[in-house]
């Protein structure tokens, strides 16, 4: 239940194209969802993040897509960019959990040229 | 700047040892947490704290321990009790008690066990 899980794992776009990650979870009172970027060495950070009162949420070339009936949620990158390429974890929490986050596992986004 | 340093950036350790990895925020935020990363395995979390001088058990907390005697810190010991401590280990700060909203995380120490 308190499980999200997030694929792929890993994924291969070309410059230009659009990136899709996905994430699942079963406690339905969750009422935040984020998404954290991390990029080698470093520690991850805020990328954007959602309330299930709206169904997307963009921001320049990102858009979280969330579907509540699904219980799922994914991150739209388009026109991807090499400097894109990084380990992008999904989360979700619930009210009164006293911001306690529960991550995915991670896909590492790589991006050609 | 604002933000969390965490210290030391590259840590070894002998089996059996102790080790302690610093911790501090000048965000002025209330919580602050441990996560320890693992290849494919997502962020699991260790300890959290919301105020000075309490703080809660996480999911992986088995081996470890903390301390919050001042706001702006909060460091985290690896016991020898921890039987896997080798790990990438990151602490973060959020604004507050019963709040969701944004971690905002350190650059991490890596922690390796010869």
């Known amino acids: 239940q308190q499980q999200v899980k997030q694929s792929p794992q890993s994924l291969i776009v070309q410059k230009g194209g659009i990136s899709i990650i996905n994430c699942a979870y079963e406690?339905?009172?969750?009422?935040?969802f984020p998404w954290y970027q991390q990029f080698p060495g470093k520690g991850p950070a805020l990328l954007i993040a959602?309330?299930?009162?709206?169904s997307e949420k963009k921001e320049g070339r990102f858009t979280i897509s969330f579907n509540k009936s699904a219980k799922q949620f994914s991150l739209h990158i388009m026109d991807s960019q090499p400097g894109d390429s990084a380990t992008y974890f999904c989360a979700a929490s619930r009210e009164g959990s006293q911001g306690n986050l529960i991550f995915g596992k991670g896909t590492k986004l790589s991006v050609k040229p | 700047d604002g933000g969390i340093t965490q210290s030391p950036k590259y840590l070894f350790r002998k089996e059996g040892q102790n080790v302690t990895l610093s911790c501090e925020q000048n965000l002025n935020h209330d919580a602050m947490y441990w996560y320890r990363q693992d290849p494919g395995q997502g962020l699991r979390l260790i300890y959290y704290s919301q105020i000075v001088n309490d703080f809660q058990k996480g999911d992986i907390a088995e081996g470890y321990s903390v301390s919050r005697e001042k706001k702006e810190s909060f460091p985290l010991t690896v016991t020898s009790a921890q039987k896997n401590p080798t790990a990438f280990y990151l602490c973060a700060s959020s604004l507050g008690t019963g709040e969701t909203g944004e971690l905002f995380f350190g650059e991490g120490s890596r922690l390796t066990v010869l």
């Open positions: 959602i309330r299930p009162d709206v």
């Open positions: 406690n339905t009172a969750f009422d935040y």
